[in-house]
């Protein structure tokens, strides 16, 4: 099975947005928005997605990526 990857940290270098910057601008915690830029975490709330977007002015498609399981037959 493939997975999802979150390219946060790309789109936040295109925006030219710091960690801290977009934490506040999202209303979560520099902790769990680092966790979520270097996918340290199983699962992003919709809300929590839609925040990430508006902030960067991007899509959710921009962000994540799906990566297939290359070990699969």
């Not at 270098?13 to 506040?24: I, Q, T």
């Not at 209303?27 to 979520?36: A, M, Q, R, T």
């Not at 996918?39 to 960067?56: D, G, M, P, Q, Y």
Request: aromatic share 2%; glycine share 4%; charged share 30%.
């Amino acid at each position: 099975m493939g997975k999802i990857v979150l390219r946060l940290d790309r789109m936040m270098v295109e925006r030219k947005m710091s960690l801290n910057e977009l934490a506040e601008k999202v209303g979560i915690s520099n902790v769990n928005l680092s966790k979520i830029k270097n996918n340290k975490v199983t699962a992003v709330r919709f809300s929590t997605l839609a925040a990430i977007c508006e902030a960067l002015d991007c899509e959710a498609g921009d962000i994540l990526e799906y990566q297939k399981d290359t070990s699969e037959k």
